[in-house]
C-alpha cells in the first residue's frame, strides 16, 4: 500500500471522517487535535459512524469495528508526524490557524512528503506559501459524509507539481474515491457557488420570504436536489458555513459573500446544525424533525 | 400504542407525508441517507433495544413494515425451551 502512514491533523466533524475512512481503507492514522477532550470525542464518533456506514456497506458491517479503530492513533503531539507519509489537514476554516499549522507541518515531516489541506475555500497557494515545499502542497476537498462520497475535489495550488496530483489521485484511488482537479482560486468550484446560495437562502428566511422547510422542500421536489440548502448548510455546520463566507468574503472582497446576520445571530446562539442538535432543523431525534 | 403505531407516528412527523407501511423510504426518496442514523437511534431509545453490528442492514430500517419486524424480533422473548436463542 501506497502511505501506509498518514497524519491527519484536526478531529472535528469533517477531519473524524476522514481519520475513519483512511482506517478503513487500511491506513494507519495519527490523528493530531490540540485537546484530548476534542480526541475522546472522535473516538466515539467514529465508532458511531461505523454503525452507520454499516447501514450501507457490508463490508463495514462485517468488519471489526475494533480493529479499524486500534488503527487510529489520537494524540496531541505533532512530533509523531515525523515519519508520516502523507498528511491531510482538517484544522479549522481559518487562513491564520492553517497557515501555522502548514508552517508547523513543513518543519516536522521530511521535505519530501504530501502536505494536503482539506479546506473548504482557503488559497492552496497561500498555504503553500507557509511552507517551503509547495510543490507538495494541494488541496483535498472532502465532503461529507465522507465514506460516501466517490468524488474529492482536488487542488491545484499555483506551485502544486503534477506528481503531486498523480500520488494524490492514487491515495484518492486507494480510498474508492477520485479527485476532479482545479485550479486554485478561493472557495475552488463547490463552496464558490454553494456558499453564495446558502447565504441567500438564509437572507430569504431572514427577510420571511419563506420557513427553511419551505425553502428546502422547493429545492428538492421542484428541482430534484438530494438536499435543500438549509439542510446542507447544517450538514456542514453553521459555524464552518459562517467562517466560510468570511473566508470568501475576505478574499473577493466585493460584498458578495458578506455573511447574512441571522446565520452570524444562530451560530452566536450555539446553533451550529446537524452536530449540536439544531441548526434550520432539529435533529435532536425526539422532537418534529422536519426531513424531505 | 402498538408498536408499528409508534413507528408509524414518528416516521409521519418526520417526514411530514403519509407513508404507507411497505414504502421504501429511501427509494422513494422521503428521506436520504443521513436520516438512517436517526431512525437507528429512534427505535433504540423508543423501544430501549440496541442494534447490533448484524442488525445494521438498512433492509431493517426502510419501511413501517421492517421497523416493526426489527423491534418486534428484538423485544420478543425468546421461543420456548429447545429453541435457545443462538
Redesign the interface.
Known sequence: MEFPNVGVIGAGTIGTEVAQCLAQAGHRVVLVDVETGILDRARSAIGENLRYASLFDAGVREASHAGILSRIDCTTDYGLLADIDLVVDNSTESRPIKEEVFTRLDRICPPDRILAANTSAISITRLAGATRRPDRVIGVHFMNPVFRKPVVEVVKGWHTSDATVEAVQGFLGGLGKRGVVTNDMPGFVSNRVLMLAINEAISVVHDRVATPADVDEIFVKCLAHEMGPLATADLIGLDTVLRTLDVLNESYGDGRFRACPLLRQMVDAGLRGRKSGKGFFDYSGQQGLRWT | MDVKARVRSYLR????EEVGDGDDLFELGL????????L???VE?EFSIK?E??D???VN?SSIDALTAFVLRKTQPPPGPGHAAD
Open positions: 412527523q418526520a417526514v411530514m428521506v436520504n441517507s443521513l436520516f438512517a442514523l436517526q437507528v437511534q429512534f431509545n442494534a453490528r448484524e445494521l442492514d438498512i430500517f
